[in-house]
């Protein structure tokens, strides 16, 4: 989702690879060990959560994490829980990353120290204060000070423990000043409107039997004005911080007022500071990116470059493929897969990714000797392919593996075949059979998929296949293996090793469980292989033992004509999948309306006796599921469905406004006779939630063009005001999403992408010029520094690295141009970069050292 800027986009996305923690403090008992689970949040906003560990103090995890972040942030916070059955789960230690500082973490592994988490330092949310310092002449003609201060709202605090009732608390500090005045209690919402105003004396008129104010505390520099937000709570434990912000009050100057938004901040509750790992510590791997993507045309010179140089089509290319733009990226990035997952998605996007992969395989394959290694490398090509296989295959994966690796996660059968890990309770040769049943099982279902196989990948793999049978043409089975080494050893056995990875499963496997996989695995990779020697393949004697079940002609057969199958020319259309695939469930809070025959609107669900208006207690726990087919909510996970909604009958899918419930991360699913409420967990599910289903409904005939963004309420729209409960909506539909869910991508922002990895390693492509002169000029031995790139032709590699450096400092000078335009227009305490807004300082920063506009 992106943020609009004056025609920018701004995307937001992490990727997080969360390892493991270490010295975490013993539980004070007896047991010692605790069962540890992971969480990610968005300041105070749950993300995602690992599996729990049970009965360590040094928890692996190895989960990965993947969203793309749809709202502002300050920190990203990780916490590690302590798990009670009988209690509320107890908090041991979290690492919270400032947004500023999280491309000094970039894409490595960090040992984060875990620190204490405190209720006076967990604040998040914003407050805007408006304040003014008038004159006021008293009855008896003396002249005073008084400070009006106006609390006017918050948005975004957070929610403690599932509920938030804020109000604000106000003070004047300074010498024998502690009066503190009060907001009212808005109740169930974290973006309350308070519109209170306070009066506060600053300086009190001169009284004869009194004697004046010292000159310090009548000093307005020295006073300060505190507003402290809480919720307010029904237990026993008092009302819970939300933060503060403290003004003082030399900000009035001249003009004595003052009118900003703040930032809420910690409280400083003068607890001393823990020493690194007494908490423990957490390792993490955070890659976090963030795209200003401007309109289309912005991005055409270095787009035609891309897509015009990269591939044999119907248009200009370069000769070789090396001297290509595409090319050129993949050799400067330090790592070939930060270029491969841009590259592959704009190619997609455009429908070129078969001539361009079949281009680079193609060069790849002719500079390869010996054909035992061929595609064995981590080389641009087979980055490509896998990124392109891990897109277009996510679905094929699912219908094809998905149910029996839930069967093995859920069943937990011994398998362990290795005599010296072997349980005292355990039978070598039941787990053998175990084994072998589900490999029997996995292979018989990868081999008879072929008909399944998407288009794109059976046309990527007829085009291996050619080239590999050319270039090696004494070997017979080069044409199997070529495909054979993608298909199941980059795609299949990699998806059974990790099915958390490729969205099989949510989290890592057991320990036993992954086990299990990790040996199917390797069964499956040497079974796909067709080497010539089998045994040779396995370093353990056990693995060898246990391969002669499968050490049959009829596996090699198999393996042969579904290779074939994959790999042929001149596919048939891809067939809509019969079987109903599960998309995505979860368990989220609904209530539904429904329209009758007169059009008017009655509560499918209950009211909460004695209530008069629509509220909260309407809303109910249920779990949904969405499949390719339909989607469908229950009382509880695994019971039958109480409401089934077949895909064609979702008209639209839509935001809701906070305002209808009070509310957040809300969205309607729009039917012909009654509308669903949903209100997901938290920002990021809400989004997928929303994305998903409207990518399955995209192409339903029936598809509104309007919606209504709030809710039907007191015998109004609340948006539009109308009346009618069936009046036409308001506000045009979210459009233009492909139908295939797989392929949504967004052709700019890999563009900017792209441009970005261009910038980043500009100093390389200035080498790779320099090398081009020197091969050229020269044409003898290459100068060590040089020997890096593949330079195939010197003069037309020159060429292409003259017109994208010129598209990426036209780019540059453009972003350049808009951070200039928009440190000029931005002020300093408006709602979008509220006064304590760190990242913001640090730009004004970076901008101060080029620019004399002040703020």
């Known amino acids: 989702m992106a943020v609009e800027e004056e025609g920018l986009r701004v995307f937001q996305s992490v990727k997080i690879k969360i390892g493991e923690a270490k010295n975490i403090p013993p539980y004070p008992g007896p047991n010692k060990m605790r069962d540890c689970y992971c969480t990610v ?171 004046q104010f010292d000159v310090e505390e009548d000093d307005v520099d020295k006073l300060a004005l505190k507003v402290d937000l809480w919720t307010a709570s029904n237990l026993k434990f008092g009302d819970e911080f939300l933060g503060e912000v403290r003004v003082p009050l030399k900000v009035l100057g001249q003009s004595g007022v003052h009118d900003a938004w703040y930032f809420l901040q910690p409280r400083d509750n003068g607890n001393k500071s823990v020493k690194a790992d007494e908490l423990g510590s957490l390792r993490l791997n ?3 990116t963030e795209d200003h993507v401007f309109p289309t045309e912005h991005y055409n010179p270095l787009r035609d470059l891309l897509l015009l140089q990269s591939a044999h089509v119907e248009c200009v290319c370069v000769q070789p493929v090396s001297a290509s733009a595409a090319h050129i990226l993949g050799e400067v990035c330090r790592e070939k897969q930060e270029a491969a997952v841009p590259l592959v998605r704009l190619f997609l996007h455009y429908g070129k990714i078969v001539p361009f992969l079949s281009a680079i395989a193609h060069a790849e394959i002719n500079r390869t000797q010996d054909p035992n290694t061929i595609f064995r490398g981590n080389s641009l090509t087979s980055k490509c392919i896998d990124e392109t296989m891990k897109l277009a295959g996510m679905h094929y994966l699912r219908v094809t593996l998905k149910p029996i690796i839930d069967e093995i996660c859920t069943d937990h059968k011994p398998c362990e075949i290795d005599p010296v890990k072997l349980k005292e309770s355990e039978n070598l040769d039941t787990n053998r059979e175990n084994l072998r049943q589900y490999v029997d099982r996995i292979f018989n279902v990868i081999t008879s998929s072929g008909v399944s196989c998407p288009t794109v990948m059976c046309d990527i793999f007829f085009s291996l296949r050619e080239s590999a049978a050319s270039r090696f043409q004494v ?24 099915p958390n990875l490729f969205h099989l499963r949510p989290h890592h496997p057991d320990p036993c469980t992954s086990r299990t996989l990790t040996l199917i695995s390797k069964t499956i990779q040497t079974l796909g292989s067709l080497a010539k020697s089998k045994s040779a393949n396995f370093k353990e004697s056990y693995m060898a033992a ?310």
């Open 286 to 288: 955070i890659i976090y």
């Open 546 to 855: 246990f391969y002669d079940y499968f050490n049959e002609q009829k596996y090699a057969d198999a393996v042969k004509n579904f290779l074939d199958l994959i790999s042929s020319s001149a596919r048939w259309d891809q067939k809509s999948i019969e079987t109903p695939i599960m998309l995505k469930e979860g368990s989220v809070k609904l209530v539904s309306k429904r329209f009758d025959a007169k059009g008017s609107g009655r509560f499918m669900i209950k009211r909460a006796q004695g209530r008069n208006r629509f509220g909260l207690k309407n809303f109910k726990k249920r779990w949904f599921r969405l499949t390719n087919h339909k989607f469908t909510y229950h009382k509880t996970k695994g019971e039958g469905a109480l409401c089934s909604i077949p895909i064609e009958n979702i008209l639209a899918v839509e935001r809701l406004e906070e305002e209808s419930f009070k509310m957040k991360n809300m969205f309607q699913v729009i039917q012909p006779e009654r509308v669903l409420y949903i209100q997901a967990n938290n920002c990021v599910e809400a989004r997928d939630w929303i994305d998903i289903l409207t990518k399955v409904s995209q192409c339903n005939r029936k598809r509104l063009s309007t919606y209504h963004p709030s809710a039907y309420l007191n015998g109004h729209w609340l948006c539009c005001k109308l009346s009618a409960d069936t009046a036409p909506g308001c506000t045009p539909c979210t459009g233009g999403l492909p139908a295939n869910i797989q392929l949504d991508v967004d052709g700019d922002r890999e563009t900017e992408r792209i441009y970005s990895l261009y910038s980043t390693y500009m100093s390389k492509l200035v080498k790779m010029q320099e090398a081009c002169g020197s091969k050229s000029v020269y044409d003898g031995p290459e100068q060590e520094e040089y020997s890096t790139f593949v330079i195939d032709d010197p003069q037309e590699t020159y060429k292409t690295l003259r017109l994208v450096i010129s598209a990426v400092q036209t780019l540059e000078q453009q972003h350049m141009q808009y951070k200039r335009d928009k440190f000029r227009k931005t002020k300093y305490g408006s709602q979008e970069h509220p006064i304590g807004d760190q990242s913001f300082q640090c730009y004004i920063r970076q901008q101060s050292e080029s620019s004399t506009y002040s703020i």
């Open 475 to 498: 070997d017979p089975d080069v044409r199997y293996t070529a495909v054979s080494s993608f298909i199941f050893l980059r795609f299949f056995a990699p998806a059974i090793l990790s």
């Open 41 to 211: 949040n968005l300041d105070q906003e749950e993300v995602f959560r690992t599996k729990t560990i049970e009965k360590s103090l040094c928890p692996f995890y190895g989960e990965d994490f993947y969203c793309e972040i749809p709202r502002s942030f300050r920190h990203l916070s990780f916490y590690i829980f302590d798990r009670d059955v009988f209690r509320r789960d107890s908090s041991i230690g979290k690492v919270a990353v400032k947004k500023e500082d999280l491309q000094k973490y970039h894409g490595k592994d960090h040992w984060f120290p875990l620190q204490p988490v405190c209720a006076d330092s967990e604040v998040q949310g914003k407050v805007h204060l408006e304040l003014r310092l008038s004159e006021v002449i008293t009855d008896s003609g003396v002249i005073c000070h008084k400070l009006a201060t106006r609390v006017l709202e918050c948005q975004d605090l957070p929610i403690v423990n599932g509920q938030c009732d804020p109000y604000a608390a106000v003070s004047l500090l300074g010498p024998s000043r502690s009066e503190a005045k009060k907001t009212k209690v808005k109740r169930k919402t974290n973006n309350p409107q308070f519109d209170e105003v306070f009066f506060f004396e600053v300086t009190k008129p001169l009284s004869y039997t009194k004697r």
